[in-house]
């Protein structure tokens, strides 16, 4: 009956709370095993090594990045670490095994950086490949970190628990990320010890250059993909609700019981991530079912998310979407009736690496939705060297989502409920699959749209 089962950072930091709602939960003696748990770094640590993941606020690396001495950032985010270890103390960490650990960790990481800066400053090499090897190196600490105490925790607790630290950071085998895991889990005896995994996996193609930050989700797909639990599971700081708690309000929203793979990419694809799409495509591949729970609420259910589930009832399941997108609409008379015309429009976005969430044309026009993150005077000027007119426009995009949406009048009901409110549709959208269907509003509207919509469909 294994399961593996990923921890957020958020709830990472609420340590007390994982050992009360999550480990110790309802379980006692050989009920504690046949679990591994895929740990994430105490929430802010890896915004202070790499960069402030909502605003960019640089960490160590941009020092790195920029030329500049790093030894006393290290040393800054050291003290941090070692202080964050101060507020586990009285769930049973060994303060003195801990930070000798982190100091460890971080005396070894600034020797291999050193040697990285040297290389970099040779100018023999490519730049970019150092530089990926310094996030690689510097993401690695938190998790490690994370895990380690988790671990002494445990132990202290007279809990059997085993460090499985995928790093690989005094492991110079060139394995991948998956003969990394495949190895490091080859012979623990799952149903004598609870595994404690780093959330990230060292390898040879470089788990950050291929996932970013989105890494740790990765980590626990990959071990689920190798172990073959009978359940995944993350343990997240909030429910997957109908619709927004802080916008709607808690008593107008609900978790959402059961739905799909399909509906966990239509929710990331709008920022509202259940799980890291490149994570979630080799669970549905190889049929394993993954559930969300809240930390905070260890007797509820959460969500459980399969391949095949279809909601009995037509029904929208959530209500959602984002303010922080931009309208790019590409006008042009020699459009019409040619065909592939948005080719070349394509080609653009694509070698600047901008996708899109959503894209409508008419006869002589092409709208296309991107975030707003990614919008830059390049991509306007290029656009507008080819094309007659280009206009941009900030707006928000709200959605409709679930595994049965398609009913007569639905489209109606929700254009209906937006208009009551004065709320001006500038585009719209679904699909032939009827999975999502996409508005597209002024920015201003956002919120007021989220709560009309929730109001008319959030009983079907």
């Known amino acids: ?228 639990p009978r359940e995944a599971i993350i343990h997240k700081e909030y429910h997957l609700c109908s619709a927004d708690p802080g916008l709607v309000g808690l008593g107008h929203c609900h978790p959402v019981g059961a739905t799909n793979y399909d509906v966990a990419d239509q929710l990331a694809d709008v920022g509202m991530e259940a799980i890291h799409p490149k994570a979630s495509k080799p669970l549905e591949i190889n049929g394993i079912n993954l559930r969300i729970k809240n930390t905070f609420d260890p007797a509820h259910a959460g969500t459980l998310i399969t391949k095949d589930y279809v909601s009995a009832q037509t029904r929208v399941e959530v209500i959602t979407g984002t303010d922080k997108v931009a309208m790019i609409d590409v006008y042009d008379p020699q459009m019409v009736g040619t065909a592939g015309f948005d080719l070349a429009i394509m080609q653009i976005f694509y070698a600047l690496g901008i996708s899109y969430a959503f894209k409508a044309t008419s006869a002589n026009s092409i709208s296309v939705l991107i975030w707003e993150k990614d919008l830059n005077k390049k991509l306007v000027h290029q656009l507008e060297a080819k094309y007659e007119k280009v206009t941009v426009e900030n707006t928000a995009m709200v959605c409709l989502i679930g595994s049965n949406i398609d009913r007569p009048g639905l489209l109606a009901q929700a254009a209906g409920a937006l208009a009551a409110e004065g709320i001006n549709i500038k585009s719209a959208g679904f699909a032939l699959r009827k999975v999502n269907i996409q508005f597209i509003i002024d920015r201003d509207d956002y919120q007021a749209a989220i709560i009309a919509l929730n109001q008319s469909l959030a009983d079907g």
């Open 1 to 228: 009956m294994l399961t593996v089962e990923k921890i957020g950072g958020t709830s990472m930091s609420a340590f007390g709370d994982v050992l009360n709602n999550i480990i110790f939960y309802n379980r006692q003696g050989p009920e504690l095993y046949n679990r591994i748990f895929v740990v994430s770094a105490y929430a802010g640590v890896t915004n202070w090594l790499l960069e402030n993941k909502k605003t960019g606020a640089p960490g160590v690396y941009h020092r790195i990045s920029e030329f500049k001495k790093f030894h006393e950032a290290l040393r800054d985010v050291t003290a941090q670490l070692k202080a964050l270890n101060q507020q586990y103390a009285p769930l049973g960490l060994d303060l003195a095994v801990a930070d000798a650990f982190i100091e460890q960790r971080m005396q070894d990481a600034k020797t291999y950086l050193d040697s990285l800066v040297n290389v970099l400053a040779s100018g023999y090499v490519s730049s970019e490949n150092v530089l990926q090897a310094a996030r690689e190196i510097l993401a690695s600490i938190g998790e490690a970190h994370a895990a380690f105490n988790s671990v002494n925790i445990l132990q202290n607790r007279g809990v059997h628990a085993t460090l499985v630290d995928l790093s690989g950071f005094h492991d110079h085998k060139p394995y991948t990320i998956d003969q990394r895991i495949r190895h490091a889990f080859k012979h623990i005896k799952f149903d004598e010890t609870i595994c404690i995994a780093t959330g990230y996996a060292k390898g040879t193609e470089g788990i950050m250059r291929e996932f970013d930050r989105g890494y740790s989700e990765v980590t626990f797909s990959k071990i689920a993909v190798a172990v073959k």
